[in-house]
């Protein structure tokens, strides 16, 4: 079955704001939305041979050398689905998007396998 990445992603000046509210309100956000992600993953868990997780600040290394960056990417996960399209429909209504302040997900195909062992 074709695997697909979705990445999760997130404007720094949506997080910063998020991150300004009380921190009442942000409990409570989070106690809703991360109770509506746990439902969301376990419906579709067949989907999922490799759940990801979030991530932090970013570190980038380029022929110039290694150095702080700053990218949109907050977490992933790895989607099984017959279509990218398919895939993609896991994620309408998604709580990260609807609850928390993410902007979007972005799903792209792997193009490559694993070598073989």
């Not at 720094?12 to 309100?25: I, M, N, T």
């Not at 429909?89 to 490559?112: A, C, K, Q, S, Y």
Request: negative net charge; proline residues 9%.
């Amino acid at each position: 079955m074709p695997r697909f990445l979705a990445v999760y992603t997130m404007k720094p000046e949506d997080l910063a704001r998020f991150r300004s509210l009380p921190k009442p309100e942000q409990n409570a956000i989070d106690a809703v939305g991360l109770q509506q992600w746990a439902d969301w993953e376990e419906r579709n868990a067949a989907f999922f041979p490799d759940r990801g997780g979030m991530v932090g600040r970013t570190t980038r290394v380029t022929k110039d050398g290694i150095a702080d960056a700053v990218n949109p990417f907050c977490g992933y996960i790895v989607v099984e689905a017959d279509t990218i399209d398919a895939a993609a429909r896991l994620f309408e209504n998604h709580p990260h998007f609807t609850v928390f302040p993410g902007d979007g997900v972005d799903i792209m195909p792997f193009l490559t396998g694993p070598a073989p062992t």
